[in-house]
């Protein structure tokens, strides 16, 4: 299991927490999603066999969130 | 292409406003048509993102004010208010900018923090090379440099040097402390003057600094049970009044109407309102070393109105201190102070101990006296040769049965010491009493100022708890008015005490050193650490954690959680007022949609403006020069 988070640019919008939460738990292989809006950062803990942390910041920017800096443990 | 044109918002927002003007501009010289294309043309590009959006959300099942403003612009250009749809497009986007804008300024606070954080370090490797790495590259027992005016990478400790550290940014503290060899260091905070040498302890994300940030990240989502009721709200609000809106239509058979009805029911500031408040409230305390976690405990904290405080450590500094030297027959006091110091250099006991410290302190030689003959009196004192004299100190039994006997003058102002709270050690030099050594454990300097502030605020009871004995206790209780106070208490009967107090009714918070008092501080209604600012367990059995070894952060939260609740209740009420004026004004007919647009994105900056005035919410007086007695210090 693995963790990483990634830093967006200024979240605005409350409903973009449930769209990047629901998009990213249908992801097969990421187990949990935490969005926190004030500090605009998406934390996910997630498997790495299944899915890279590449995949998880490549649906972040399709949905229109440019991811600006990862940090993974 | 979708984040292409998010991208490019502003801009968008910019020409559409722009291609309004020059339509109004060609409709006033009596070209209509032109007019008429002009804001076509606004609209469209305009809407584009807002249309983007809302697709979006539909896609996750999520309602959003983007839909309800997307109905309401088709709905516009069907009936040809090309004016109306140009116009609510344009302040939508606009709107939405000012709103980014203005949360980033709540937002602040904490990125301000943020910003702090070290990015490099400069490591000390084998054969002396020092070498400068990226913060990430730190490992645990590594060596690092610090110069003047540059910050500590990793939490660690001094191995050689001394510096006075600024250390705000961890403590909310700007009077710069002075460490040296053995003394911790924190990341984040930065060398005033002075040049150290640390070893690493804890790096990456398990400085005090990372733990710091993520604390206050996580306290500001956490939401309180108004946010969370609001947040159903909307979720249940904003399809209502996609139904509300054909409802109207059905009943009016007036499009305008309906499509006004939706856009003037936005629940905009109702969403934003009372987040903002919670975000700039703990931004605030963040600043000035107070972690709340979270917009419930915002809320229960507000409601406090009994104080229960342990007393060593919490109302005291916990450290014994030398607090008068007192000569007989005009001898020099740092000859005493010295010669004693040098005697206690043989004694464990921790008042023999602050007696050496004192002398230290004081830049007393000690290392080139000589001493002989020591002997430690459990319980009583020492006696020892120093320099060629021969040395007692101690207390009255010691003397007793070394046959000193006590002048009166003596005895009487050990009495008047004793009485102020001091522990008195007589001091004997060659078969003669030569002074006095007073210590004691001193109040917070800012402990009366602190109570007395919060009193004002609404606090109806201040209880002390303490392990110590009565006398102590009561020397304490006295010179800070308490109402009560319980002295040679047992953890479990302190918790049990705070029970009774939330028993009977009372909103109970509870303050102490995080260590030996988590029990009691678990079982009240808010339970703050202190004194030990940045120990693991404190910060994460306290609701609020207290950076600093200051009292006045105590009363500083606890007006801070007033005021941000307060904000917060002016925040849905203004939002809740808007929305209500505004849709009495629209079924009345003399609210349009354009202007009701700008009177609802004026009501989303209003709630933000408001709550950006708790970022700059600050008590003047954080700091309080009253001095006041002491008392004894724990035998």
Redesign the interface.
């Given at each position: 299991m693995k963790k990483a988070v990634y830093q967006l640019e200024p979240l605005t919008c409350p409903s973009c927490i449930k769209k990047i939460e629901t998009t990213l738990t249908k992801t097969a292989g990421i187990d949990s999603v935490k969005v926190l809006f004030n500090s605009s950062k998406v934390k996910t803990e997630f498997d790495e066999s299944m899915v890279e942390s590449n995949n998880i910041q490549e649906t972040l920017q399709k949905l229109g969130y440019p991811v600006l800096s990862v940090k993974t443990s | 292409m979708?984040?292409h044109i998010?991208h490019h918002k502003n801009q968008i927002t910019a020409l559409a406003g722009l291609l309004i003007v020059i339509g109004f501009v060609l409709g006033t010289l009596g070209n209509e048509n032109l007019q008429n294309i002009a804001l076509i043309i606004a609209t469209i590009i305009s809407s584009v993102p807002i249309f983007?959006?809302a697709i979006?959300?539909i896609r996750?099942?999520?309602f959003?004010?983007?839909l309800l403003v997307s109905i309401a612009i088709l709905g516009a250009l069907y009936i040809g208010e090309y004016t109306e749809s140009s116009v609510v497009t344009f302040l939508f986007l606009f709107g939405?900018y000012l709103?980014?804008r203005t949360?980033?300024k709540t937002?602040s606070s904490?990125r301000e923090l943020?910003d702090m954080a070290p990015q490099e370090a400069v490591v000390l490797r084998e054969g002396g090379n020092s070498e400068k790495v990226a913060i990430e590259k730190v490992e645990v027992g590594d060596r690092i440099i610090i110069r003047p005016g540059g910050k500590i990478p990793v939490d660690g400790s001094i191995i050689s040097g001394k510096a006075s550290i600024n250390e705000a940014t961890i403590t909310g503290e700007s009077i710069p402390a002075s460490k040296t060899v053995d003394d911790k260091v924190f990341s984040g905070t930065i060398l005033d003057t002075g040049y150290i040498e640390i070893v690493a302890e804890r790096v990456g994300?398990d400085t005090t600094f990372a733990k710091v940030i993520e604390l206050v990240?996580?306290a500001?989502?956490s939401k309180s049970k108004a946010e969370k009721f609001l947040?159903k709200f909307a979720g249940i609000y904003t399809p209502a009044v996609v139904v509300l809106a054909i409802v109207v239509y059905l009943f009016t058979q007036d499009l305008h109407l309906a499509i006004t009805f939706l856009v003037i029911a936005c629940p905009g500031a109702l969403?934003?309102g009372a987040?903002v408040s919670n975000?700039a409230g703990i931004g605030n305390g963040a600043r000035n070393g107070v972690l709340i976690k979270g917009g419930e405990i915002m809320d229960k904290f507000s409601k406090v109105d009994t104080l229960v405080f342990d007393k060593t450590g919490t109302l005291t500094k916990g450290k014994p201190e030398v607090t008068d030297i007192h000569t007989f027959n005009r001898l020099d006091e740092e000859f005493l102070l010295g010669l004693v110091a040098k005697a206690e250099m043989i004694s464990e006991h921790h008042l023999g101990q602050t007696i050496v410290k004192a002398a230290q302190n004081r830049g007393i030689d000690l290392a080139s006296m000589e001493q002989s003959d020591g002997e430690v009196i459990k319980g009583n004192g020492i006696k020892a040769q120093v320099n060629g004299h021969s040395i007692i100190a101690g207390n009255r039994k010691l003397l007793q049965s070394e046959k000193i006997s006590l002048v009166k003058a003596v005895e009487q102002y050990a009495v008047g010491r004793e009485k102020q709270g001091n522990t008195a050690i007589f001091i004997v030099i060659d078969g003669k009493i030569a002074g006095m050594i007073s210590i004691a454990d001193q109040i917070r300097e800012d402990a009366y100022k602190a109570l007395a502030q919060m009193r004002e605020n609404g606090i109806k009871k201040i209880v002390m708890l303490t392990g110590d004995n009565k006398h102590t206790a009561k020397a304490v209780a006295t010179a800070l008015e308490l109402d009560e106070f319980h002295a040679e208490l047992l953890p479990e009967q302190k918790v049990n005490y705070v029970k009774e107090l939330k028993n009977s009714g009372h909103t109970v918070a509870m303050a102490g050193d995080g260590v030996n008092d988590a029990p009691a501080i678990a079982t009240a209604d808010i339970g703050l650490a202190m004194g030990e600012g940045g120990t693991d367990i404190s910060m994460e059995t306290a609701d609020v954690v207290l950076m600093a070894d200051k009292l006045m952060q105590f009363s500083h939260a606890y007006l801070l959680s007033k005021v941000t609740i307060r904000n917060m209740k002016q925040n849905i009420f203004i939002a809740v007022g808007v929305v209500a004026i505004l849709l009495i004004g629209v079924l009345m007919g003399s609210v349009h949609l354009a202007s009701g647009m700008f009177i609802h994105e004026a009501s989303v900056l209003v709630v933000i403006l408001n709550a950006m005035r708790l970022i700059r919410f600050n008590h003047k007086n954080m700091h309080s020069s009253k001095r006041l007695e002491s008392v004894p210090a724990k035998a």
């Amino acid at each position: 299991m693995k963790k990483a988070v990634y830093q967006l640019e200024p979240l605005t919008c409350p409903s973009c927490i449930k769209k990047i939460e629901t998009t990213l738990t249908k992801t097969a292989g990421i187990d949990s999603v935490k969005v926190l809006f004030n500090s605009s950062k998406v934390k996910t803990e997630f498997d790495e066999s299944m899915v890279e942390s590449n995949n998880i910041q490549e649906t972040l920017q399709k949905l229109g969130y440019p991811v600006l800096s990862v940090k993974t443990s | 292409m979708i984040g292409h044109i998010n991208h490019h918002k502003n801009q968008i927002t910019a020409l559409a406003g722009l291609l309004i003007v020059i339509g109004f501009v060609l409709g006033t010289l009596g070209n209509e048509n032109l007019q008429n294309i002009a804001l076509i043309i606004a609209t469209i590009i305009s809407s584009v993102p807002i249309f983007i959006k809302a697709i979006q959300a539909i896609r996750m099942k999520a309602f959003s004010i983007d839909l309800l403003v997307s109905i309401a612009i088709l709905g516009a250009l069907y009936i040809g208010e090309y004016t109306e749809s140009s116009v609510v497009t344009f302040l939508f986007l606009f709107g939405d900018y000012l709103e980014m804008r203005t949360l980033e300024k709540t937002r602040s606070s904490l990125r301000e923090l943020v910003d702090m954080a070290p990015q490099e370090a400069v490591v000390l490797r084998e054969g002396g090379n020092s070498e400068k790495v990226a913060i990430e590259k730190v490992e645990v027992g590594d060596r690092i440099i610090i110069r003047p005016g540059g910050k500590i990478p990793v939490d660690g400790s001094i191995i050689s040097g001394k510096a006075s550290i600024n250390e705000a940014t961890i403590t909310g503290e700007s009077i710069p402390a002075s460490k040296t060899v053995d003394d911790k260091v924190f990341s984040g905070t930065i060398l005033d003057t002075g040049y150290i040498e640390i070893v690493a302890e804890r790096v990456g994300d398990d400085t005090t600094f990372a733990k710091v940030i993520e604390l206050v990240e996580e306290a500001q989502e956490s939401k309180s049970k108004a946010e969370k009721f609001l947040d159903k709200f909307a979720g249940i609000y904003t399809p209502a009044v996609v139904v509300l809106a054909i409802v109207v239509y059905l009943f009016t058979q007036d499009l305008h109407l309906a499509i006004t009805f939706l856009v003037i029911a936005c629940p905009g500031a109702l969403v934003i309102g009372a987040p903002v408040s919670n975000v700039a409230g703990i931004g605030n305390g963040a600043r000035n070393g107070v972690l709340i976690k979270g917009g419930e405990i915002m809320d229960k904290f507000s409601k406090v109105d009994t104080l229960v405080f342990d007393k060593t450590g919490t109302l005291t500094k916990g450290k014994p201190e030398v607090t008068d030297i007192h000569t007989f027959n005009r001898l020099d006091e740092e000859f005493l102070l010295g010669l004693v110091a040098k005697a206690e250099m043989i004694s464990e006991h921790h008042l023999g101990q602050t007696i050496v410290k004192a002398a230290q302190n004081r830049g007393i030689d000690l290392a080139s006296m000589e001493q002989s003959d020591g002997e430690v009196i459990k319980g009583n004192g020492i006696k020892a040769q120093v320099n060629g004299h021969s040395i007692i100190a101690g207390n009255r039994k010691l003397l007793q049965s070394e046959k000193i006997s006590l002048v009166k003058a003596v005895e009487q102002y050990a009495v008047g010491r004793e009485k102020q709270g001091n522990t008195a050690i007589f001091i004997v030099i060659d078969g003669k009493i030569a002074g006095m050594i007073s210590i004691a454990d001193q109040i917070r300097e800012d402990a009366y100022k602190a109570l007395a502030q919060m009193r004002e605020n609404g606090i109806k009871k201040i209880v002390m708890l303490t392990g110590d004995n009565k006398h102590t206790a009561k020397a304490v209780a006295t010179a800070l008015e308490l109402d009560e106070f319980h002295a040679e208490l047992l953890p479990e009967q302190k918790v049990n005490y705070v029970k009774e107090l939330k028993n009977s009714g009372h909103t109970v918070a509870m303050a102490g050193d995080g260590v030996n008092d988590a029990p009691a501080i678990a079982t009240a209604d808010i339970g703050l650490a202190m004194g030990e600012g940045g120990t693991d367990i404190s910060m994460e059995t306290a609701d609020v954690v207290l950076m600093a070894d200051k009292l006045m952060q105590f009363s500083h939260a606890y007006l801070l959680s007033k005021v941000t609740i307060r904000n917060m209740k002016q925040n849905i009420f203004i939002a809740v007022g808007v929305v209500a004026i505004l849709l009495i004004g629209v079924l009345m007919g003399s609210v349009h949609l354009a202007s009701g647009m700008f009177i609802h994105e004026a009501s989303v900056l209003v709630v933000i403006l408001n709550a950006m005035r708790l970022i700059r919410f600050n008590h003047k007086n954080m700091h309080s020069s009253k001095r006041l007695e002491s008392v004894p210090a724990k035998a």
